[in-house]
């Protein structure tokens, strides 16, 4: 069966620090992605971040970058620089390319302060 | 600019009712997909569809039914609603993964209530 897992519900962090949001995943299958979207107060998705099951290198998208640990089944979100408007939801979710069945994790809020 | 539309933005229906969500999509993707959004539960996947006339069962398809006659709509419908579907509702749609990059791209949302 595939899963994401989201373990914290929320998370604070204080403007221009960095944060890591974590996730974990179970799949059987060696092909899958790994996405990270955000859910901010208005409900919109915005995709951010996409890491491939064969990419060597983790993933870097402006402040956002996907570290990636295969052996553990990881895929943690790293914000560097955090700014007021990145407090949103945050959802991970895997796609695995035999079914293409996408599935989410349970989301984690994070509220940026000042 | 490409679009997922959803028929309503707001839904407010009664207990019993049949009840029809639509989405349509203009980006000529195969794949399409239904969750329901609960506070504490994240997206979940109640149908999908990779072609016409296609579906595949999510994780809580119970009390839902999908239909996709042509490529761009796909609705869910709730054939008796109840008051525990009330949620948000969102649709999204994606290339098979066949073409590369698969991002999913979503509508905006529709928030059904059952009293």
């Known amino acids: 069966a595939q899963k994401i897992t989201q373990t914290q519900p929320g998370m604070f962090v204080q403007e221009k620090e960095a944060v890591t949001l974590d996730c974990t995943y179970d799949t059987s299958d060696p092909s899958y992605g790994l996405f990270w979207y955000k859910q901010p107060s208005s409900g919109e998705m915005i995709f951010l971040i996409y890491?491939?099951?064969?990419?060597?290198q983790n993933a870097t998208e402006g402040r956002y970058s996907l570290n990636f640990q295969k052996a553990r089944k990881s895929a943690n979100l790293v914000i560097s620089a955090s700014q007021l408007g990145d407090s949103a939801m945050y959802f991970c979710a895997m796609r695995v390319y035999n079914t293409d069945k996408l599935i989410f994790g349970t989301g984690t809020r994070l509220q940026v302060f000042p | 600019d490409v679009k997922v539309t959803q028929s309503s933005r707001y839904l407010v229906k009664r207990t019993g009712e049949k009840v029809f969500l639509e989405c349509v999509q203009d980006m000529d993707h195969e794949n399409m997909f239904w969750y329901r959004q609960d506070p504490g539960l994240g997206l979940r996947l109640i149908y999908f569809?990779?072609?016409?006339?296609?579906?595949e069962k999510g994780d809580i398809p119970e009390g839902y039914s999908v239909s996709r006659e042509k490529k761009e709509r796909f609705s869910l419908i709730l054939e008796s609603a109840s008051t525990n579907q009330t949620s948000m509702y969102l649709c999204?749609?994606?290339?098979?993964?066949?073409?590369?990059?698969?991002?999913?791209?979503f509508g905006q949302g529709t928030r059904l209530t059952v009293v």
């Open positions: 890491q491939g099951s064969y990419d060597q």
């Open positions: 569809s990779y072609d016409v006339k296609m579906k």
């Open positions: 999204a749609n994606s290339p098979l993964t066949g073409t590369g990059y698969t991002e999913a791209f």
